[in-house]
């Protein structure tokens, strides 16, 4: 192909491009311009539903806020239309306020006229008193005057005349009167405390309360006295040294009997023995355990019964201390009869004999249960005073009224009594102690002389414990082994026989057994 066609081709295609561009700009031209009118048409509509709907917008808010208007307004008024009724209603209530204050104050100008008028009347009717007083005095001397010349005598001559012969017969006529009812009053008197004393007996009836030294200890078979002997009577004495009581075993089928004076210690061996039958292992060693523990376990019974004996009789407040005490009579005795049923028994005696006489029969019961705590002293030195005056102590100590402590120290005459309470309580000791069957003075004589036996011994120095067995014919003497040498104990021996010797009077004699015995003891850890 040569230059001139290809020239011609490019030529004509540029042409046709050329061509082809203005015709396709020719035709986007109209469709701009179509589209523009669309748009401008558009926009006119846009336009006008834009105002309609403005107007219609319009006239709902106009048309809203009237009626919010004419609501508020509505309120508005509500609210003036009450406040005016209640101001209405406070405008009525001054009127008639107002008229009540004015009938107030008229009737009160009215009673203030009667009462000028009432004062006026009584100042008339006093000076017209006074007038008459004046008359009636005149004449009285006038008359007086009269009487002294016809008598010869003034009228303080005649007086006193007349006093001395009044006063003369007065007097013998009190003196009459006072013995008349002196007399009665002597025999309602007795009457009434008779009719008191039996009716407080008859409505507090009690048993007889008898206490011994012996306790029986029942065993299932008598293959258990060889285990509680022991290999050459080892276990035995173990338990007698550790307890202090005296194990009596003999020919009594299926029974071991225990002799001591202090029910504590019987009580302890007795409690002791049945838990080393019953746990089977009876050695030295484990019998000290137990009896520890038996010891322990009495203390915590004695706190027990306390409380149980103060909650039965209605006691309220009293001192744990004191409340121990009370759980100790249990295991003491006055006469043979046991302390804690005599204090219980004097306590219901007392409640009933102070209702009687109107006084406080809590008072009264309080003072009757710890009239003998004395009598169980926590210390050897206590035994020294008397137990009237050692409970009054222990009372004061514990915070007890004065009342109470009175009557525990007076019961017995040792101070003086203060109180009506004191008298009550003397009365009513002397009521449970004088039942027929209720004490036994030669027990009670025999115990005492054990006691005084075993303070013999705690009166040298290094005993650590004592105890009187056999009934009063032995002394087990339990020394210090790092204050009291083996010399040293065969003396002590010695000398606590002599002094038993020269300070005591008893049948029979006594042996004095002093045992000192020393340990080593290690734990191996």
């Given at each position: 192909?040569d230059?001139n ?33 669309n ?16 107007e ?11 009626e ?7 309120e508005?008024e509500?609210?003036?239309?009450s406040?005016d009724?209640?101001m ?9 306020k ?5 009938n107030?104050?008229?009737?009160s100008?009215?009673?203030n ?6 004062i006026k ?7 017209f008193?006074d ?6 005095e005149?004449?009285?001397?006038s ?13 303080e001559?005649?007086k ?10 007065a007097?013998t006529d ?8 002196v ?5 309602t ?12 007996i ?7 309360a008898?206490d011994n ?19 050459e ?6 338990i007698?040294?550790?307890?202090g ?27 002791s ?19 520890r ?10 706190i027990?019964?306390g ?13 744990p ?21 005599h204090s219980?028994e ?8 102070a209702a ?6 809590k008072?009264?019961k309080r003072?009757?249960l ?16 008397p137990h ?8 004061e ?16 005459d ?8 004191s008298?009550i ?15 036994r ?21 290094g005993v ?6 056999q ?9 210090e ?6 010399d ?9 026989s ?8 008893y ?11 020393t ?7």
């Amino acid at each position: 192909m040569d230059t001139n066609t290809i020239l011609y081709i490019v030529g004509g295609v540029i042409l046709g491009v050329l061509l082809g561009y203005f015709i396709a700009k020719s035709l986007e031209k109209g469709k701009a311009s179509k589209i523009i009118a669309n748009a401008e048409s558009e926009s006119k509509s846009i336009l006008k539903q834009a105002k309609s709907d403005g107007e219609s917008l319009k006239k709902d808010k106009i048309l809203q806020a009237k009626e919010k208007f004419i609501e508020l307004k509505s309120e508005h008024e509500k609210v003036i239309f009450s406040r005016d009724k209640k101001m209405a209603e406070a405008e009525k209530r001054i009127r008639d306020k107002e008229s009540q204050i004015s009938n107030e104050l008229s009737k009160s100008k009215k009673s203030n006229q009667s009462l000028e008028d009432k004062i006026k009347d009584y100042d008339f009717r006093l000076e017209f008193l006074d007038k008459k007083q004046e008359e009636i005095e005149k004449a009285h001397k006038s008359q007086i005057k009269q009487l002294e010349v016809i008598s010869s005598l003034s009228a303080e001559e005649a007086k006193s005349q007349l006093v001395e012969s009044l006063k003369e017969e007065a007097k013998t006529d009190a003196m009459a009167f006072i013995q008349d009812h002196v007399e009665e009053a002597k025999l309602t008197a007795q009457q009434e405390a008779k009719k008191i004393i039996i009716n407080t007996i008859q409505r507090i009836g009690t048993e007889e309360a008898v206490d011994n030294c012996v306790s029986v200890f029942n065993i299932e078979s008598d293959d258990v006295k060889g285990r509680i002997i022991g290999r050459e009577g080892r276990n035995i004495r173990a338990i007698e040294a550790a307890t202090g009581v005296e194990i009596i075993v003999d020919d009594t089928p299926e029974a071991i009997i225990l002799s001591c004076f202090d029910s504590v210690r019987r009580e302890i061996a007795r409690l002791s023995l049945h838990k080393l039958v019953t746990d089977g292992r009876i050695h030295p060693a484990r019998i000290e355990e137990v009896v520890r523990k038996t010891e322990k376990q009495i203390e915590q019974e004695i706190i027990e019964v306390g409380k149980r004996t103060v909650i039965d009789l209605g006691i309220h407040g009293l001192h744990p201390e004191l409340i121990k005490m009370v759980g100790r009579m249990k295991y003491r005795s006055s006469y043979g009869q046991n302390l804690l049923q005599h204090s219980r028994e004097v306590a219901k005696l007392c409640g009933v004999m102070a209702a009687e006489l109107g006084l406080n029969p809590k008072l009264a019961k309080r003072a009757g249960l710890l009239h003998d705590i004395g009598k169980v002293p926590s210390s050897e030195t206590d035994v020294e005073t008397p137990h009237a005056i050692l409970g009054m102590q222990w009372a004061e100590k514990h915070g007890e009224k004065p009342e109470v402590c009175n009557a525990i120290g007076a019961h017995h005459d040792e101070i003086e009594m203060t109180t009506l309470l004191s008298p009550i309580i003397q009365v009513c000791d002397a009521i449970s102690g004088a039942r027929p069957g209720a004490r036994r003075q030669v027990l009670d004589s025999y115990i005492q002389r054990l006691k005084d036996l075993e303070d013999v011994a705690f009166g040298f120095t290094g005993v650590k414990k004592a105890y009187a067995i056999q009934a009063g014919r032995e002394l087990r003497v339990i020394v210090e082994s790092e204050k009291v040498t083996d010399d040293k104990a065969a003396s002590l021996s010695f000398e606590i026989s002599q002094k038993i010797q020269t300070d005591m009077t008893y049948p029979g004699q006594v042996k004095v057994t002093v045992i000192r015995e020393t340990r080593a003891v290690n734990i191996a850890k």
